[in-house]
Nanobody, 124 residues
């Protein structure tokens, strides 16, 4: 059973930074073809924020480009999301996700494994 656990959420003022972490109980390099961060704000649909492919290619939602950075450290099976210059509209529950099989586009594909989420709140 694949487990994914997020850490690092919290409350911050606009313009501040947070770093989210997601640890898994599987080796990320050999198990997951795509890994991603999603978010869901209250009353809105879940949306992809940033994705990272097996080849290291990253993709970002337009709303976070230039402010967020997705990365991973394979040796300890951890995915990160560095979030800078946070805005109130970034307030949401953030989820990490992973998919084990190939797909042409990590940003638009379906994900199989999910964490339980971590809340990010940005105040103005």
């Amino acid at each position: 059973q694949v487990e994914m656990v997020e850490f690092g959420g919290g409350s911050v003022q606009a313009g501040g930074s947070l770093r989210l972490s997601c640890t898994t109980n599987r080796p990320t390099e050999s198990t997951f073809y795509c890994m991603a961060w999603f978010r869901q704000a209250s009353g809105k649909e879940r949306e992809a924020v940033a994705t990272l492919g097996h080849d290291g290619q990253a993709a970002y939602a337009d709303s976070v480009k230039g402010r967020f950075l997705i990365s991973k450290i394979t040796v300890n099976n951890t995915l990160f999301l560095q979030m800078d210059t946070l805005k109130p509209e970034d307030t949401a529950m953030y989820y990490c996700a992973a998919a084990p099989f190939w797909a042409p586009d990590c940003f638009t594909r379906q994900y199989l494994f999910w964490g339980q989420g971590t809340q990010v709140t940005v105040s103005s």
